[in-house]
Each structure stands twice: as C-alpha cells, then as structure tokens.
C-alpha cells in the first residue's frame, strides 16, 4: 500500500485491523514514506521494512482494502489472505506505460483548454504533454533521482512547446506550457500530505509535503532554465 501511493494513517490502520483479527489486539505499527516498523505485540520482536521505491497506483491499494475487510469480517482465512497479498504485490501496474503516456497527451490539451488557452493549442499541448511524461519515465530509470528526472521533463516540454509555436503550430506559449506540466504537479503527494497532518502524522505529513515541494521546484527549475537558452 505504501509503495502504490497510499496514505501513512491508512497503512497503518490495515495492519492493525488484520493483527486484531489475527487475534493480535495489542500490535503497535509505525509508518513513514520510507519504512514500516511493526510489532504483533509487548513481548514479541519487532520487524522494520524499508520503502525504497514508491509509485501510484490506487488499484492496489484498494484492492488490498478489500482483502483486510474480508479477513476482518470472517470470509477469508489468514492463508488464502496471504496468497492475495503476495498477487497483489506481484502484479504489473494497473495500466501499460503506452495507455499512460496517451492519458498524459489528452490530459494535457485539456488542461490547456481549461486555463483558457485556445484550440490551436490544443495538438501542441497533446505533443509536448505526451513527451514531457514519456521523459520523466525515461529518466528515472536512467538517473534514478527523481528530482533530476522531472527537472529534465519539465525543461523537455518548455523546449517542445517553444519549438511548437515558433513553427506556427501553437499559439498561447505560456497557456501550453502550464497545461503540458500539469501531469508532472505531484497532486497525489499534496493530497497525501495534508491528509497525514490532519491524521496527526506530523513525521509523514511534512516529509510527503517537502518531497511535492521539491517536485514543484524541479518543474519551475526546468522551465525556468530554458529561458537561459531561449
């Protein structure tokens, strides 16, 4: 769950309600972004995970939902419940990277249209939206950083889009740009982060919401950047 996106109360939450019904009452469990503590109870050892990598993907996490509610409730046993998690955890993401990049593009040009741009801005949107997310797939399996890897994205589509209208195909640049970023902003990572300070999760609240602060500043960088060519 934690590694699909999910919030840090709602992971712990779960693994209290599958220790309950496993006839573990008194198990304590503590979440950040980036590790997992968990004890079955006062007299047992402790286990520590740690979270290397983190995606979205809110299948997972609903599915593994459904598997604590059915445990919880008596229609599954602990063995068969085990079995799902572990194809859970096995299974591909949700949707192929193809289907992704083409959600960006259309998401893109929408997002164009939205913040008033025109229709001729729409293909550009659709070019550069698409090639900026299709970057920062690439990039972070070739540099592994995440903030280099969206840095790079965002300096992609500000250049695309530049080229785009100075050809004649585009023509609000700014309108383009904004819209062509949107799928880069960390929406998800915000949302999380306030809903872990809400929750009390101090700890994972502001690390998640440094860690959207950084990926809005990677974008700005990146913009900003191409200005210094352009």
Not at 57 to 75: E, F, M, P, Y
Not at 78 to 89: G, M, N, S, T, V
Not at 108 to 118: K, V, W
Not at 202 to 228: D, P
């Amino acid at each position: 769950m934690l590694q699909s996106g999910a919030e840090t109360y709602r992971v712990e939450d779960t693994m209290t309600r599958i220790a309950t019904s496993l006839g573990m009452p008194l198990s304590h469990s503590y979440v950040t972004p980036t590790g997992i503590i968990f004890q079955a109870d006062s007299g047992a050892s402790s286990k520590l995970i740690r979270i290397a990598e983190r995606t979205t993907d809110l299948q997972k996490v609903t599915a593994v939902n459904s598997i604590s509610r059915k445990l919880t409730g008596g229609a599954i046993q602990a063995a068969e419940a085990k079995q799902e998690l572990l194809r859970i955890d096995a299974a591909a993401h949700a949707f192929p990277v193809w289907v992704l990049i083409a959600a960006a593009s259309i998401a893109s040009a929408c997002f164009t249209i939205m913040f008033q741009g025109g229709w001729r801005d729409f293909l550009p949107s659709l070019i550069s939206g698409g090639l900026g997310y299709s970057a920062v797939i690439y990039f972070q399996r070739l540099v592994r950083v995440k903030f280099f890897a969206e840095l790079f994205a965002a300096f992609l589509v500000g250049l695309i889009s530049t080229l785009l209208v100075r050809a004649g195909i585009g023509v609000a640049l700014d309108k383009i740009i904004i819209g062509s970023v949107m799928p880069l902003v960390p929406g998800l990572l915000i949302t999380n982060a306030v809903r872990d300070l809400m929750a009390g999760h101090l700890v994972s609240g502001l690390s998640r919401g440094a860690e959207a602060f950084l990926t809005a500043f990677a974008i700005g960088t990146g913009i900003a950047a191409l200005y210094l060519f352009f």
